[in-house]
C-alpha cells in the first residue's frame, strides 16, 4: 500500500508541474514515470524504504532512454537484458546507490562488454575481459549498469563526435555538441535518461560536458580515488567519477568512489551533506594561460557567479598563479599525446591481435594521427619529452600548492567560448584547424589535471541563446570537501534542479 501511494501521489505532483498541459501518449509517459525528477540518491532511498523497487526504476530508464536517444546518440551500447537480470536477482549489492540506473562511459572495461573506446580501432569485436575500478566501486554501491556512453576517439578531444559511433547532441539545442570527452553521459544525464553516470577526466573531460550540458562535474585530487591493481602509471592525469544533477549525488560518488583505510593516498573526504558557515578567501581570474579573455557571454557567467559568492559572505579576490602558458601547454601536451603516438605506431599489432589488417591511417581519425605526429615530431628534434614534462608537473604541482595557501578556492571560466555547434572541432577536420580551436576553446581545465587539484563545474547561469555555461571552482590537493561545501550552498543561493532542456524525459 504504501509503495503505491507513493506512486499515485509523486505521478500526481509531476504532473501538475510540468505536464498538465500535455495529453495522449505524452501524459501517459509522465504518469507512468514518477521517478525522472528523483536525483540518485532519493531513489536509493526509496528503494530502501520499500516504496519502489528496483526493476521500476530500471523498466523507466529504459523507457526513457528508448524515447530520448535516437535525437542525442548518448547511449551507444545497451544491456537491458543483464540489467533486468540483476535488478530481479535480489543480490544487488546494499550499497549507497542501491537499484539506481546507471551508465558507464565508453572509455571503461565493463567485463564482457564491448569496449570501443570511440575507435573504428577498437570498434569490432572489442570485449572486456574485467572491470575498471570505478566499475567495481559503482557495481559495490549497488547501482544498475543499463548501457554505455558515446564518447570521442580515446576521450581526446573536447567534443564527442567519432567517426565510429556518430556525434552526441546536446539536449538544450541538438545542433550543439555536449563536450567531450564524457559528452555522452552527460547528454544522457541532463535530458533525464538516468540521475547520474559514469564519467573520466584528463584534461577537463568530466567539467567540460557538464558545463555545456547543465550539471555538476567533479574532477578529484590525483590519488584521491580507487583503482583497480595495474591502473596506475607515472604521469596519469586521469580521474573517472560521474556527472550528475545534484551536488549530494556527487558528494555521494566521491564517498563511494574514494580510497579509504590503508590504501588512502589523502586524508579521506567521507560522505560532504550540507554547506559550511565558514567563509572563504576566493581568487578569481577569467584570463586563459595565454592571457585571453574570455567570450563576453563566459565573462558575464563568471562575473555574475563571483558576485554571488561575494552576496554569500565570501571574499573574493583578483588573483592567478604565475606561470608561463606556452610552457605549460607545451609539457602538457607532450604527456597528452603519448597515447595517440602509441596507438599509431601499434595500430597494425592490434589489428593483428583482432584478426584484421589494419593500418593507422585506416583505424584512426585525422585528429589522433596528428597529436601522434605532434609528438613525434618533437621527440625527434629534442628526445625526452615526456621526461622534461613529468619534472615540469612536479614543479606546476608545487606551484599550485603554494598558490592555495593563500587561497581556499579559485574561481575560473570552465571553457574560453560558450558551446559550439557540432563539426566546428570535427576530428575529421585538418589537425591544425582543430588544434587553434580546441587549445582556444579548453584553457581552463588541463591545469587542475597537471596540479592534481581538485575542480568542480557548477551550472549557475545561462547564456543569452539558452545555454548553459558552467562555473569552475577548484582548491588546494585533498580539499574536495572545500568545493562540496560551497557547490551546496551555491546550489541553495541559485537552485538549478527545476532548469531542464527542450529534449528531457520531462517534455515527454
Known amino acids: ?48 524504504a520499500g516504496e519502489i523497487d528496483p526493476v521500476e526504476l530500471l523498466e523507466a530508464a529504459i523507457r526513457r532512454i528508448e524515447a530520448l536517444n535516437p535525437a542525442l546518440n548518448a547511449v551507444i551500447h545497451k544491456i537491458y537484458d543483464k540489467a533486468r537480470e540483476l535488478a530481479r536477482s535480489g543480490s544487488l549489492p546494499e550499497g549507497a546507490f542501491h537499484g539506481v540506473p546507471y551508465l558507464i562511459k565508453d572509455l571503461a572495461e565493463l567485463e564482457g562488454e564491448p569496449l570501443t573506446m570511440g575507435s573504428r580501432l577498437f570498434g569490432f569485436g572489442n570485449i572486456a575481459e574485467f572491470d575498471v575500478g570505478s566499475v567495481m566501486r559503482a557495481k559495490e554501491a549497488g547501482l544498475v549498469i543499463l548501457g554505455k556512453t558515446n564518447t570521442p576517439e580515446f576521450g581526446l578531444t573536447s567534443t564527442t563526435e567519432s567517426v565510429l559511433l556518430g556525434a552526441a547532441r546536446n539536449p538544450w539545442n541538438p545542433e550543439y555538441h555536449t563536450g567531450g ?119 558575464a557567467a563568471i562575473e555574475k557567479t563571483a558576485q554571488l559568492c561575494a552576496r554569500l559572505g565570501h571574499e573574493v579576490t583578483e588573483a592567478r598563479p604565475r606561470y608561463n602558458g606556452e610552457e605549460f601547454l607545451e609539457h602538457f601536451m607532450a604527456i597528452w599525446t603519448t597515447t595517440p603516438l602509441e596507438l599509431a605506431d601499434n595500430a597494425w599489432i592490434i589489428g593483428l591481435a583482432q584478426g584484421r589488417l589494419l593500418s593507422a591511417e585506416g583505424a584512426l581519425e585525422p585528429w589522433t594521427l596528428g597529436l601522434a605526429e605532434w609528438h613525434r615530431k618533437r621527440e625527434e628534434a629534442k628526445p625526452g619529452i615526456v621526461k622534461r614534462a613529468l619534472d615540469y608537473l612536479d614543479k606546476f604541482t608545487r606551484l599550485y600548492d603554494d598558490y592555495f595557501q593563500r587561497f581556499d578556492a579559485e574561481l575560473t571560466p570552465v571553457l574560453r567560448l560558450p558551446p559550439r555547434k557540432l563539426g566546428e572541432q570535427a576530428p575529421t577536420l585538418d589537425f591544425e584547424t582543430v588544434y587553434d580551436r580546441v587549445l582556444d576553446y579548453v584553457s581552463y581545465t588541463p591545469q587542475h589535471n597537471a596540479a592534481g587539484t581538485p575542480a568542480i563545474s557548477l551550472p549557475l547561469f545561462m547564456s543569452p541563446d539558452g545555454l548553459p555555461i558552467g562555473s569552475q571552482f577548484a582548491a588546494r590537493r585533498g580539499r574536495e570537501k572545500t568545493l562540496l561545501e560551497l557547490a551546496y550552498e551555491l546550489e541553495q543561493a541559485r537552485p538549478w534542479a527545476e532548469r531542464w532542456p527542450d529534449i528531457s524525459a520531462v517534455n515527454l
Do not use: W
Not at 544525464?189 to 577526466?201: E, K, L
Not at 573531460?205 to 583497480?228: E, F, M, N, T, Y
Open 1 to 48: 500500500m504504501r509503495r503505491r501511494r507513493f506512486l499515485k501521489n509523486a505521478a500526481a505532483t509531476v504532473a501538475g508541474v510540468s505536464f498538465l498541459p500535455m495529453l495522449g501518449r505524452s501524459a501517459a509517459f509522465a504518469l507512468s514515470d514518477p521517478f525522472v525528477k528523483m536525483d540518485a540518491t532519493e531513489q536509493a532511498r526509496r528503494v530502501r
Open 181 to 299: 570527452s564524457s559528452g555522452g553521459a552527460a547528454a544522457a544525464v541532463a535530458s533525464g535518461m538516468t540521475p547520474i553516470a559514469h564519467a573520466s577526466d584528463g584534461g577537463g573531460s568530466i567539467r567540460i560536458p557538464a558545463s555545456i550540458c547543465g550539471l555538476v562535474g567533479l574532477k578529484p585530487s590525483r590519488g584521491r580515488l580507487h583503482v583497480a591493481e595495474g591502473e596506475e602509471f607515472l604521469g596519469d592525469i586521469v580521474v573517472r567519477l560521474g556527472v550528475s544533477r545534484s551536488v549530494r549525488d556527487t558528494a555521494r560518488l566521491l564517498d563511494i568512489g574514494e580510497r579509504k583505510g590503508f590504501r588512502a593516498h589523502l586524508p579521506p573526504v567521507g560522505m560532504v551533506e550540507r554547506p559550511s558557515r565558514a567563509r572563504l578567501k576566493i581568487a578569481l581570474h577569467t584570463k586563459t594561460y595565454v592571457g585571453t579573455e574570455p567570450h563576453p557571454d563566459v565573462k
